[in-house]
């Protein structure tokens, strides 16, 4: 391990969100909010039955997504690599990415729904991993994009 590496239960316990103004609240919070939606739609899209137990609501599907697609459309349109697009352009690659990631996500849990063992358990942590690595990967790909642009200006 390198020295200047933190291990990770320490960089949990030393994390501090950082304080709430408008900057914040629209790169930051909403886009958390929205993973959690994320997290949500995928516990709902793979185990339809477990949230209505929880929570017995009409069937929320909709609010995650659409809170989830909220989120993410912020998380992309306040990327450094998209800083200097025109705000009409800004605003059409982030509901593209939004909505591609977002509905591409509940496609891929459908199929692996359906290609699992009818067990509910295994359907949840599917859902959950499956969305953890989607949206890893989705992070270092935009953290690309930025390191790329930023490299591109030097």
Not at 52 to 63: A, H
């Amino acid at each position: 391990m390198a020295s200047d590496e933190i291990p990770f239960a320490k960089a949990i316990a030393k994390y501090r969100p950082p304080p709430i103004n408008k900057d914040t609240a629209i790169n930051y919070y909403a886009p958390v909010f929205g993973s959690f939606n994320y997290a949500f739609l995928s516990i709902n899209v793979m185990n339809p039955g477990i949230l209505q137990r929880v929570l017995p609501k009409p069937d929320l599907t909709n609010i995650f997504l659409f809170n989830s697609c909220l989120g993410s459309f912020l998380f992309i349109a306040g990327r450094p690599h998209l800083s200097e697009a025109p705000l009409k352009l800004r605003v059409a690659y982030s509901v593209y990415g939004s909505i591609l990631f977002n509905m591409g996500s509940v496609l891929s849990w459908a199929i692996l729904r359906s290609l699992l063992p009818n067990n509910s358990g295994l359907a949840t942590v599917t859902g959950l991993i499956s969305g953890f690595a989607l949206t890893g990967c989705g992070v270092a790909y935009l953290n690309y994009n930025d390191e790329a642009v930023k490299a591109n200006k030097k």
